[in-house]
């Protein structure tokens, strides 16, 4: 069993950053896949970027964020963040990371999810 519990979203204007924070928890937690998704009212859930367990830290990341938001691990806090700066409009959503053995972009891959956290950002 892996838990995992989002923190850091808010309200930015555009142009702003915020770092979000996923704290794992459980025997076997750091040696998952760590993925950020977002779901946006009316749209379908979209990966938001991928890192790899402890030893390796390959990461992977939408078109849609590159450049903008990076995603890192903290092993020793088994924590993954995802910074995101140069914030747009269109990056309001809920986001939620998750937990997979699979190295994945499909939500449906990983088993286990965080409650979600809203980031709103205004024009």
């Known amino acids: 069993q892996v838990q995992l519990v989002e923190s850091g979203g808010g309200l930015v204007q555009a142009g702003g950053s915020l770092r979000l924070s996923c704290s794992a928890s459980?025997?076997?937690?750091?040696?998952?896949?760590i993925g950020w998704f977002r779901q946006a009212p009316g749209k379908e859930r979209e990966v938001v970027a991928l890192?790899?367990?402890?030893?390796?830290?390959?990461?992977l990341y939408a078109d849609s964020v590159k450049g903008r938001f990076t995603i890192s691990r903290d092993n020793a806090e088994n924590t993954v963040f995802l910074q995101m700066n140069s914030l747009k409009p269109e990056d309001t959503a809920v986001y939620f990371c998750?937990?997979?053995?699979?190295?994945?972009?499909?939500?449906?891959?990983?088993?286990?999810w965080g409650q979600g956290t809203q980031v709103t950002v205004s024009s």
């Open positions: 890192i790899r367990p402890i030893r390796w830290s390959v990461t």
């Open positions: 998750a937990a997979s053995l699979n190295w994945s972009a499909v939500g449906d891959q990983y088993d286990y």
């Open positions: 459980g025997p076997t937690s750091s040696g998952y896949h």
